[in-house]
């Protein structure tokens, strides 16, 4: 019922910039916190950065003035603004999203499939 589609993921020499995109599709009634995930090879996922329906975010500490999240309301969509890549940003980014299906009466979480974000030194 809800289709997430990330994309922005790519080798990007380290000091570089990227920006991800996650864009919400379906039976999509309203979409409260929205946030980016990472997973490098071998660790656990770890929160990266959230905003909520009104703006507020949230950020890791260790991208903190480097990164930035951001969404556009009216196309359900979610970006990452990475900039001052460091190697250890390598990982897949996933994208949740909170949403309201038409319908229901309950939020459900929901994630996309990933996009690899690969920095070199």
């Known amino acids: 019922q809800v289709q997430l589609v990330e994309s922005g993921g790519t080798l990007v020499q380290a000091g570089g910039s990227l920006r991800l995109s996650c864009a919400a599709s379906?039976?999509?009634?309203?979409?409260?916190?929205m946030g980016w995930y990472r997973q490098a090879p071998g660790k656990q996922r770890e929160l990266v950065a959230t905003i909520t329906s009104g703006g507020i975010t949230n950020y890791r500490d260790s991208v903190k003035g480097r990164f930035t999240i951001s969404r556009d309301n009216a196309k359900n969509t979610m970006y990452l603004e990475m900039n001052s890549l460091k190697p250890e940003d390598t990982a897949v980014y996933y994208c949740n999203v909170r949403v309201l299906v038409s319908g229901s009466y309950v939020y459900t979480d929901h994630w996309g499939q990933g996009t690899q974000v690969t920095v070199s030194s």
């Open positions: 379906g039976s999509i009634f309203s979409i409260n916190a």
